[in-house]
């Protein structure tokens, strides 16, 4: 999460996120209007970008030589593109795509998935398990998991009784998180075995659509943001029995004999209250408009990014050992000049413990936390469907140096 990819209706921009203070515009592109999809891979050139004027066609940039690595045509419109270091992954809505990034070259197709009509899908940013997450029904919760390296089925997940509305793998691709339309309850799962391991319900009283879901770097923390004004960050921690004794006050007792309550009633009810709740929120001064969260470090402390639908940056500060009520350090304005909005809390606050932006301070880009997989030998020619019309790149896909990605972490 150290830069900000927009789309708008004149082109594309590029944004790092190295300063709180500081917005700084990396690209600017009015080359194409209307750009609705823009994917750049972690911090280097490679950028991908679908428009509203040819909504069928995926063209692939190399942004700082301001030339074209190739384009594709596909049957329907492009509802999403994922990628990391060796994949990119085109979701349509019912078909996904899968091609080798280092030479954009078509390796599988998985063809007749269910309807998915806001393109939801995810890819694991660790190349080393390049996993897939989709929905694998339209009416219920069922995820299917997909290992994009070895282009083979992992397993599938019932992860929800509703349909999915969100998925987000962590950052080293053992761990998914996914919610339903309902949105009250979000749920993580190991992978690639799919065994349960968290559950947080996000709100009891009324369904709300989870517009985005992101772990932090080092997987400590979850967010999940809605078209409610309430930003939601869970701690992702397994409390133990072994707690101090607590002192013999009447909310101790009453909290052991509720406990004790949850083992004679049934595991439905049970599971709902041991659930989880949020660490720390944030409340927007705005609601119904999409957003998208990112949990970041920069300058060394851990923030909390939102980026709303009307063209603003918000960075709130996030205390990783009490949490509570995250504060607004900084707005700034993504569509006109780029000069940063006068915000309503002076600069940082005393500085918070380090020991969490220690283990978080590994710079790389998380792309939008969405993605897809692919299924059928020899890019589905054996089946008999259309390969999409290309420009296959000249030669194997060469950026400046290597040192545009991120440095592989073991």
């Not at 790092?16 to 917005?23: A, G």
């Not at 301001?66 to 809505?93: A, K, P």
């Not at 909310?251 to 720390?280: H, I």
């Not at 309503?344 to 998380?366: F, G, I, M």
């Amino acid at each position: 999460c150290s830069s900000l990819a927009i789309g708008t209706t004149t082109g594309y921009r590029l944004f790092s996120l190295s300063s709180v203070e500081q917005l700084d515009q990396v690209h600017e592109s009015n080359e194409i209007p209307d750009v609705y999809i823009v994917e750049r891979l972690f911090s280097s050139s490679l950028v991908v970008v679908v428009s509203h004027a040819k909504p069928q066609q995926m063209n692939v940039y190399h942004f700082k030589k301001g030339t074209e690595i190739c384009n594709y045509s596909y049957s329907s419109n492009i509802l999403s593109i994922r990628l990391n270091r060796q994949r990119l992954v085109v979701c349509l809505e019912e078909s996904i795509y899968i091609h080798n990034i280092k030479d954009m070259k078509l390796l599988k197709t998985i063809l007749d998935t269910p309807p998915n009509t806001t393109g939801l899908c995810a890819l694991s940013i660790n190349h080393a398990n390049s996993y897939l997450a989709y929905p694998g029904s339209a009416t219920s919760g069922e995820i299917m998991l997909y290992d994009g390296n070895t282009l083979k089925t992992a397993c599938t997940i019932p992860a929800h009784d509703g349909p999915l509305a969100a998925l987000a793998f962590n950052s080293t691709g053992s761990k998914l998180a996914s919610a339903s339309e309902k949105g009250t309850v979000i749920r993580v799962f190991s992978i690639p075995g799919g065994q349960k391991l968290y559950e947080f319900r996000r709100g009891m009283k009324r369904y709300v659509n989870i517009s985005s879901l992101v772990f932090s770097m080092d997987s400590q923390f979850l967010c999940a943001s809605s078209n409610t004004e309430t930003v939601h960050i869970f701690k992702l921690e397994h409390l133990t029995d072994s707690r101090p004794e607590e002192p013999p006050t009447w909310s101790g007792y009453m909290g052991k004999m509720f406990q004790a309550a949850t083992n004679y009633l049934p595991a439905q009810v049970s599971g709902m209250m041991n659930q989880d709740r949020a660490f720390a929120t944030v409340r927007l001064n705005i609601s119904g408009q999409r957003n998208i969260c990112a949990l970041s470090t920069i300058q060394k402390l851990p923030r909390l990014l939102v980026t709303t639908s009307d063209g603003h940056l918000y960075i709130y500060n996030l205390d990783p050992q009490d949490g509570g009520e995250c504060v607004l350090i900084k707005k700034h304005s993504l569509l006109g000049s780029g000069k940063t909005e006068d915000n309503k809390e002076n600069d940082l606050q005393s500085p918070l413990p380090q020991s969490y932006a220690a283990t978080v301070a590994r710079q790389s880009t998380v792309p939008s936390t969405s993605t897809m997989p692919g299924y059928s030998e020899d890019g589905g020619a054996l089946r008999g469907e259309v390969i999409p019309e290309h420009e296959f790149a000249t030669g194997p896909v060469c950026l400046d140096d290597e040192n545009e990605f991120p440095p592989v972490s073991i």
